[in-house]
Structure formats: C-alpha cells, structure tokens
C-alpha cells in the first residue's frame, strides 16, 4: 500500500512508495498518478529532473519559482540521502515561515511532495548524492527565485557547518524572508 502521510504542514506530503523484494532486490512503483490522486494529490508533473552533488554537506536552495511557473514538487534520492527542507512562504497561511524538515535516502525510498507555495531545498547527508523529482510547471529561468537557506529566521537545523557548506554562488546572495516580496498570498 501507498503510504501517504502528513508532516507538520499538512500539505506538505512524506510518501513512501511499497518495495516488492525478492532474491534479486527489489521493484517499486515509484510514481503511480491515480494512487497519488486518491490521496488528494492532483498534479500534472511536466519534467522530471536529476541532480548529482558530490561532496556531502552540499546545500541547493531554497528555491521556488514565481508564477505563471510556479512548481509543485515530487523528490526522491536514487543514491545517498539528504536532508530535504520546505519552507512555507504563503503570506496569509498559518504556517508562513514554518517548514517540514526531513530525511530522504535511496534506502529509505521516501518521497517529500511539495506544494506550489513553498521554498524547497535540501543538504546531502552523503557523498555522490543524487536526487530525481518531478515539477509541475516547466523551467522558466526569469522565474527562478530563492530565500536564503541560513536566514536564522527559519530556525531550520541544517545539518552542515555553514562555513563548511557547498553552495552556488547563486545561493549565497538570496534574501532572507523579511526581504522577500510576496510571491505567493
Ligand atoms: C532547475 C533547473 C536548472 N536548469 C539549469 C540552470 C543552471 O544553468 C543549471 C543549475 O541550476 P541551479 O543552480 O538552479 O540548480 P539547483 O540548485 O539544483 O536547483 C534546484 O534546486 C532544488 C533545491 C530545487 O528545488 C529545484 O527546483 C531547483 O531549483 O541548470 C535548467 O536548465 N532547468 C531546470 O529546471
């Protein structure tokens, strides 16, 4: 059975898919759109995306897109484990500023979905770390937009030093929240 539970914003999802082992390994439906529809979960996923990221401690985000591109998201780790962060930046919810932190890994085969609405970003826990998701709306580069991952208001405990930290130069510049325009009402 599909397990779709809620995390402390209740639309923020932590999906895990069943594994069917046998002698050989395993096999598991690792994206099944009716069975995310029964759970509520109704969204047209348009591009899939990998990204690889060498060195653990490698933090990417927090990143969103504005509208008419803004993204849902469903990820997955097919090799290491991160720690994956949403932060809600929905001005008039309860839970503006909050965020759902949690551990994904190729072990584990957990799925975080995440919401139009929401910042997104992880820190990868292990070297040679890959991640694959799906987003609702295709790239739009003019779209692009971020929060800065360390703004001491989100209170989030990342689990890397942040003088030791990997980032693009791009994620060192972002704004924090109180900088940030409202995107999403
Ligand atoms: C996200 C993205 C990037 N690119 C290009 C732009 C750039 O040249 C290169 C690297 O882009 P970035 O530095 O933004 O990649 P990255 O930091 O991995 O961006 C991703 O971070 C995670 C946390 C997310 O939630 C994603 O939605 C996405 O924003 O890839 C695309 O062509 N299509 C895409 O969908």
């Known amino acids: ?5 809620s995390t402390v ?4 999802r932590l999906i895990t898919p069943p594994r069917f082992s ?3 390994g395993f ?18 996923f348009v591009q899939d995306n990998h990204s690889r990221s060498a ?3 490698t933090v990417r985000g927090l990143h969103f897109q504005a509208q008419p591109f803004a993204q849902a998201k469903l990820i997955r780790v097919v090799r290491g484990r991160i720690f994956d962060v949403a932060v809600d930046i929905r001005r008039s919810s309860p839970t503006f500023g909050k965020h759902v932190s949690v551990e994904l890994s190729a072990e584990n085969g957990r799925q975080l979905f995440v919401p ?3 910042a997104h970003g992880f820190c990868t826990l292990e070297p040679d770390t890959e991640i694959e998701y799906k987003v609702s709306a295709y790239y739009s580069a003019p779209h692009d937009c971020g929060l800065s991952w360390n703004d001491p ?5 990342w689990p890397v030093d942040p003088a030791q ?5 791009k994620d060192r510049r972002q704004p924090c929240l109180a900088e940030l325009p409202e995107y999403f009402s």
């Open 55 to 57: 060195a653990a401690g």
């Open 153 to 157: 208001a989100l209170d989030i405990a």
């Open 22 to 24: 046998d002698n050989r």
């Open 116 to 118: 139009v609405g929401f």
């Open 165 to 169: 930290a990997v980032l693009s130069d």
């Open 27 to 44: 096999f598991s439906e690792v994206y099944n759109k009716q069975r995310l529809a029964d759970a509520g979960i109704v969204v047209d």
């Open 1 to 5: 059975m599909l397990s779709v539970e």
């Open 9 to 12: 914003i209740p639309e923020v």
